[in-house]
């Protein structure tokens, strides 16, 4: 089965940074894409970012600018680099993917989630 573990969440002060991470492990064939999703209290979880194999990527409007969504093929991880962070970005934030865990068969994956607080 394959596992995405995240780290890198935590409390901030308004304009301070985070770099959220995801590695994938177990069985693992090929990554097709990776994102990183977020639900505050109260909200729908939305897409924030995902990168595809082609290295395709995507933003939320809410934090084109600020934040940087990269892919590690070669360590099975992608990062979000969080800048100028704001209260409004508080939220959980979840790693997702679609990964082949054969040659032949995927599925989408979901880490469990990591806390990001920020303070104005």
């Known amino acids: 089965q394959v596992q995405l573990v995240e780290s890198g969440g935590g409390s901030v002060q308004a304009g301070e940074s985070l770099r959220l991470s995801c590695v994938a492990s177990g069985s693992l064939f090929r990554i097709v894409a990776m994102r990183w999703y977020r639900q505050a209290p109260g909200k729908q979880r939305e897409l924030v970012a995902g990168i595809n194999a082609g290295q395709a990527i995507t933003y939320a409007d809410s934090v084109k600018g600020r934040f940087t969504i990269s892919r590690d093929n070669a360590k099975n991880a992608v990062y979000l680099q969080m800048n100028n962070l704001k209260p409004e970005d508080t939220a959980a934030y979840y790693c997702?993917?679609?990964?082949?865990?054969?040659?032949?068969?995927?599925?989408?994956?979901w880490g469990q989630g990591t806390l990001v607080t920020v303070s104005s």
């Open positions: 997702n993917s679609y990964a082949y865990y054969t040659s032949t068969n995927w599925n989408e994956f």
